[in-house]
């Protein structure tokens, strides 16, 4: 990751600037040219060198390190985004923030509840089912009920055969190679943090085929595809896949969507009256 340093500079300058002096505690006074922060009054709030701000707003400095970047995005008030910005101009990644975790995002449960007739799951961004509805679990069973750690999706595929059953074999190297390609893409997001890295390290000591993926260092997010799924009572069914992905991308709502005049349409309505007695969603 580079450091763009006309946009750093130009981007410290105009937050600088956009600062008045009494959100900092600072006096406003009578003979300020500008309303905004001197480069003297940021270097001091954020405990660096006058010459360093001075060189960081000309577009000549060296890489800051992200402990200036942290002073400076305080000084500045920056909001999350505004922070994360910065830290991204200097080419440093950004800290992670709060994840949403198991913790069912209100709107996405929302959602959720009201797809009555499309199959959907909800999922954080390694993998983990958090909750599905009543015709995902007709679809794919009480997976919610497992223990967390066996409710991953990628674990899940690549340590229970029963899972890759449900899918023509046809379909299994290039769903594997998704699957993998998708976890390198939330695990990279994450800088390795320590949920992605043990999972990475599960899944590696438990499948040699996810090893093998794994070392390849393909990368893609998953969003979108055709999927074939045969169920094992009302057969074969088709879907157009779509992965919505929440802003924060720690959360994804995963539909499984049957194309308009299919088969499936009625089969899901068949299927229906299988539905799981699941004590919880």
């Known amino acids: 990751m580079s450091m ?5 500079a130009d981007f410290l300058r105009r937050s600088r600037e956009r600062l008045r002096p009494e959100q900092v505690g600072l006096p406003a006074g009578p003979r300020r040219r500008t309303p905004g922060l001197r480069r003297e009054e940021l270097a001091q709030l954020s405990g660096v060198s006058a010459d360093y701000v001075m060189r960081l707003e000309q577009a000549r400095s060296s890489q800051p390190s992200t402990q200036l970047l942290a002073a400076l995005a305080r000084t500045l ?6 922070r994360d910005h910065l830290y991204l101009l200097a080419g440093h990644r950004p800290p992670e923030g709060v994840r949403a975790g198991s913790a069912v995002r209100p709107a996405l449960r929302y959602l959720l509840d009201r797809l009555g007739d499309t199959p959907a799951q909800l999922l954080t961004d390694l993998g983990e089912l958090l909750a599905q509805n009543a015709l995902a679990e007709a679809l794919f069973g009480c997976v919610c009920l497992l223990e967390a750690d066996d409710r991953n999706i990628v674990w899940r595929w690549f340590t229970e055969p029963s899972v890759r059953a449900a899918y023509p074999p046809e379909q299994h190297d290039d769903l594997g190679r998704e699957r ?22 599960r899944l590696t000591a438990a499948s040699p085929e996810f090893a093998d993926l794994w070392q390849r260092h393909e990368v893609a ?3 979108t595809s055709r999927l074939r799924i045969v169920h094992p009572v009302v057969g074969p069914l088709e879907f157009d896949f779509e992965m919505l992905h929440a802003q924060a991308e720690d959360q994804r709502l995963r539909l499984f969507v049957p194309p308009p005049g299919s088969g499936t349409v009625a089969a899901l309505e068949r299927l229906r009256t299988l539905a799981p007695a699941c004590t919880h969603r």
Do not use: F, H, I, N
């Open 4 to 8: 763009d340093r006309d946009k750093l």
């Open 77 to 82: 008030r920056l909001s999350a985004d505004e």
């Open 180 to 201: 993998v390609a998708d976890l390198r893409a939330a695990a990279t997001r994450r800088g390795y943090d320590a949920a992605a890295t043990s999972l990475v390290d």
């Open 221 to 223: 997010v998953r969003r």
